[in-house]
């Protein structure tokens, strides 16, 4: 193939996207407004005392994992009567410096599980959309929230704290057995998943079986490799801290801020009454040593300066006081291999960069996808047939999973620019075209909260980004100069989407309807929400 004929691809199918979104967005319209909390927490499907709890027999379903999805899968396949084991490493409270910003679409999904309240209790904090500072300017950047009632917004809180809420939640069902056990790997029949061996917490050797078993250990999970194809990328650090400001206010209340410093951002967000997460972003994989004091000099150099004056003196008192943490950004995206017994879910499954918040928003709506599908399904005994009907889940979680996935790694790549002109020119156009407000930033916002995860809204305001980019360099008088870094920074663009596009699956983000397990699995979530609607 031809550089031409490359070009005129290209170019076809940016203008063949943008079109697909002007026509779903005319068919679609507007998003209604969501019904009250309490309504949607009245739709529970069946009362989990109808049914025995796991004393009186196996389980049906074996949870591995009890963070965010393991604990929502739990009191969500409980409430619908399902038996439930779950087995978590560590029972104790994490202490984590990520998974503390839940956006407004990842609450609607807590909302659909009747999971809301475990977000109340913990001083958690109300999010309504983020500022955004370059060089000493900065954009207002606010969610989409007019149609949705005054309890919906983004919730930021201690990861800790939101964990033990949602564990407490599930155990408090009679069908739902927590306990504390490392699993050691998954329990094979024929080709089958029947269940895991793990070691209980005084360290006997213990085997649980169900006719499914649900990975879902997080991050540093040892049992994907038997479930999919993991390619881990660790694409930065953050190295995060805790500052305590005056009035304990940001100089936007109840927004995260965002620094387009160099080479990467930093970001400040609420997670009480009390307390500012910061987080740094160093990329690469190698950081300046904490203990030899290499780490508080990378601080106090090169980041203070880059940030809002207000937070500079907060700032270099907290990184003095030396309490400074790390955690790998990692990057995978989703290669099941269909296993008959088992499915993979939550960080375990999909990975990408945290800088959006996306990972627990991603991690609700896959639960609510498998709870959807697993509703009609009397026994699980038959596992082929239930892994058939699995394979839709692949299919329907893709628009909403790839979008936040693709958002979450473009956005870092444009945020962190190599070091050419035509980089820098993309991060400097992004952050104008967001400045610009009305529909250039509601749009791209809307992506980012999870409130409009759709594919071709993301693809149509990323090229509008380029373009603007490239608008900004040709005016007010073209130059032969000028249209050649125009043309680079397109090229950059192309570079950035694209690899993520491919990486994520064209056809399953954009034509998913093509697919023949997705139409047989949107029709059984419909019937779910119907049920859900009607109480």
């Not at 060089?135 to 809180?157: H, Q």
């Not at 939101?162 to 599930?170: D, S, W």
């Not at 375990?348 to 627990?360: K, S």
């Amino acid at each position: 193939m031809d550089s031409n004929t490359v070009e005129e691809f290209i170019l076809g199918f940016f203008i063949a996207s943008l079109f697909g979104f002007i026509v779903l967005y005319r068919l679609l319209g507007k998003r209604p407004q969501r019904a009250s909390t309490e309504a949607q927490r009245g739709a529970s499907v069946q009362s989990s005392e109808k049914y025995a709890s796991l004393e009186d027999g196996e389980s049906d379903v074996v949870v591995v994992g009890a963070g965010v999805a393991g604990s929502a899968l739990a009191y969500s396949l409980a409430k619908d009567g399902r038996r439930v084991q779950v087995i978590e490493r560590d029972l104790t409270q994490p202490d984590r410096i990520v998974g503390e910003l839940l956006q407004p679409g990842g609450y609607l999904k807590l909302v659909e599980l009747g999971m809301e309240d475990c977000v109340i209790g913990i001083d958690s904090q109300q999010v309504y959309g983020y500022a955004l500072y370059k060089e000493g300017k900065y954009a207002r950047l606010s969610y989409p929230l007019e149609e949705f009632n005054s309890d919906v917004s983004g919730r930021s809180f201690h990861h800790g704290r939101f964990i033990q809420r949602l564990r407490e939640k599930a155990a408090s069902l009679p069908n739902v057995k927590m306990e504390q056990g490392t699993v050691t790997s998954l329990v094979e029949e024929n080709g089958t998943v029947v269940g895991v061996k793990y070691k209980s917490k005084d360290g006997q050797e213990n085997t649980a079986k169900a006719p499914l078993t649900i990975v879902c250990d997080g991050c540093f999970s040892n049992l994907r490799r038997n479930l999919c194809v993991p390619q881990v990328d660790i694409m930065s650090h953050f190295v995060g801290m805790v500052v305590v400001l005056e009035n304990s206010r940001l100089p936007h209340p109840n927004h995260g801020h965002v620094i387009l410093a160099n080479p990467s951002p930093i970001l400040f967000y609420p997670i009480s009454s009390t307390e500012v997460r910061c987080l740094v972003d160093i990329p690469g994989q190698k950081l300046p040593s904490i203990s030899n004091g290499d780490m508080t000099k990378y601080l106090k150099t090169k980041v203070v300066d880059q940030l809002p004056p207000e937070l500079r003196n907060p700032f270099i008192k907290t990184v003095e006081k030396g309490d400074i943490r790390t955690m790998p950004n990692r990057s995978m995206p989703a290669a099941p291999v269909p296993t008959p017994g088992a499915i993979l879910l939550g960080d375990a499954f999909n990975m990408r960069h945290p800088l959006t918040g996306g990972g627990m928003t991603v991690a609700l709506s896959d639960v609510v996808v498998l709870r959807d599908l697993l509703r009609p399904v009397q026994d699980f005994s038959n596992a082929a047939a239930l892994t058939k009907h699995l394979e839709s889940f692949y299919s329907l979680r893709k628009p909403v999973a790839s979008t936040i996935n693709t958002l979450a790694g473009a956005l870092y790549k444009v945020f962190c620019p190599a070091p050419d002109q035509a980089s820098r020119e993309m991060r400097e156009a992004c952050f104008d075209y967001l400045s610009l407000g009305g529909i250039y930033s509601q749009g791209p916002i809307a992506l980012l909260s999870g409130l409009n995860p759709k594919p071709m809204s993301l693809v149509a305001h990323f090229f509008a980004v380029a373009i603007y980019g490239v608008g900004r360099l040709l005016l007010p008088f073209p130059s032969p100069k000028r249209v050649l870094l125009g043309a680079r920074l397109l090229s950059s663009a192309y570079g950035i989407i694209f690899p993520i596009l491919k990486s994520e699956g064209v056809r399953q983000m954009f034509f998913p309807i093509t697919i023949p397990s997705y139409n047989r699995g949107a029709s059984v979530v419909m019937k779910s929400a119907m049920f859900d609607m009607l109480g």
